[in-house]
């Protein structure tokens, strides 16, 4: 994925997720300097597409969401960006010790870090989301992300078994129901130290092993997360590299 701020901070993947309208988590466009050093990467979005995905059914990949939300496929070619994997998938958070969620969007994408953002800035803004998170893997990341692959389908999940592993993920967090590729995703955003924050991991592993659902092994890695809201999206879109550079 926030006006349900800290403890979104997407998911999701996812999420998606909604509201941290600051004005100082505004970025400065790139300067010309800054534009010599272009690099091509990898990055998660954390982004609902609104209301145009609440009723589909989670785990929708790319061929039906290429019909339901065109402008995604569309942005990311303006922008010479690929779409590594897109799929619906559950954002979810904590507010004030309610458990929400919502359908978002499971993107994965590879470009100029620039038009990754552009992109992220121009969706968010076009599907009335008040933030978009984007998380960089970097081995001198600041945050801690961790990486869950699901070995069985996570929609096997009650509902009350979900609250359960959602107050122990007090992050927030995202799941990836795509068939082939299903997985949690979780970034350390909450006041505890990392330790704590992979206890916690561990503790949301072996309650998604007793709900019945297989998982891999936890995957930790560094990543630097940007924020994209409403303050910033503008700076962010006019900050993309277009033309050959592209």
């Known amino acids: 994925m926030r006006a349900r701020a800290h403890a979104l901070l997407l998911l999701a993947l996812i999420l998606g997720l909604t509201a941290f309208p600051s004005a100082a988590l505004a970025w400065p466009t790139p300067t010309p300097s800054a534009r010599q050093a272009l690099t091509i990467v990898t990055m998660r979005l954390g982004i609902s597409a609104g209301d145009a995905i609440q009723g589909v059914q989670r785990g929708t990949d790319r061929r039906a969401l290429e019909r339901i939300v065109p402008e995604l496929f569309e942005t990311a070619g303006v922008l010479g960006i690929r779409i590594d994997s897109v799929s619906v998938g559950r954002g979810f958070w904590s507010d004030d010790g309610e458990v929400e969620s919502e359908n978002d969007l499971d993107l994965v994408m590879t470009g100029l870090r ?106 930790f890695a560094q990543a630097e997360m940007t924020v994209l809201n409403r303050a910033n999206y503008q700076q962010y879109i006019d900050g993309a590299v277009r033309g050959k550079a592209a």
């Open 114 to 219: 620039e038009n990754i953002l552009a992109l992220g800035a121009t969706l968010g803004q076009r599907w009335g989301q008040s933030a978009v998170l984007a998380w960089e893997s970097r081995v001198a990341g600041e945050m801690l992300t961790v990486t869950l692959p699901l070995l069985s389908s996570p929609a096997v999940l009650t509902e009350a078994q979900f609250e359960v592993l959602a107050k122990v993920l007090t992050d927030g967090g995202h799941i990836n129901y795509a068939t082939s590729q299903s997985l949690m995703f979780v970034a350390h955003t909450g006041d505890d130290s990392d330790d704590q924050f992979r206890a916690r991991m561990g503790e949301a592993k072996d309650l998604l092993e007793r709900s019945g659902v297989r998982t891999g092994s936890l995957e």
